[in-house]
Nanobody, 123 residues
Framework: VQLQASGGGLVQAGGSLSLSCAAS????????MGWFRQAPGKEREFVAA????????YYPDSVKGRFTISRNNAKNTLALQMNRLKPEDTAVYYC?????????????????WGQGTLVTVSS
């Protein structure tokens, strides 16, 4: 699976932004997908995941209720709708393909990674 993320930019706090990830490869539709982010000087953080059937989605508490992940297997695309953005959401965002794991809490174990797209939220 090859992944290409886009849609990052500068937005004011409280605003919205939508990220997209275009995937190529025959295994996309059978891969769990997700988004991660990494802020300067911080470790990479799990942001959202969706199962390959779209039946299950997972978010950490830091973004739950504000971010929505979705996928379109027919178009090989993954999306992340981000609402009520906060300055602490500023980071480089990466899409990933892999497998959902559920312990200790649900997250995506990424096997394939796209290049990042920068999201900057101004206060």
């Amino acid at each position: 699976v090859q992944l290409q993320a886009s849609g990052g930019g500068l937005v004011q706090a409280g605003g919205s932004l939508s990220l997209s990830c275009a995937a190529s490869g025959r295994t996309f539709s059978r891969s769990d997908m997700g988004w991660f982010r990494q802020a300067p000087g911080k470790e990479r953080e799990f942001v959202a995941a969706v199962s390959w059937t779209s039946s299950r989605t997972y978010y950490p508490d830091s973004v739950k209720g504000r971010f929505t992940i979705s996928r379109n297997n027919a178009k090989n695309t993954l999306a992340l709708q981000m609402n009520r953005l906060k300055p602490e959401d500023t980071a480089v965002y990466y899409c990933a393909a892999g497998n959902l794991v559920y312990y200790p809490t649900p997250f995506l174990r990424g096997d394939y990674w796209g290049q990042g797209t920068l999201v900057t939220v101004s206060s």
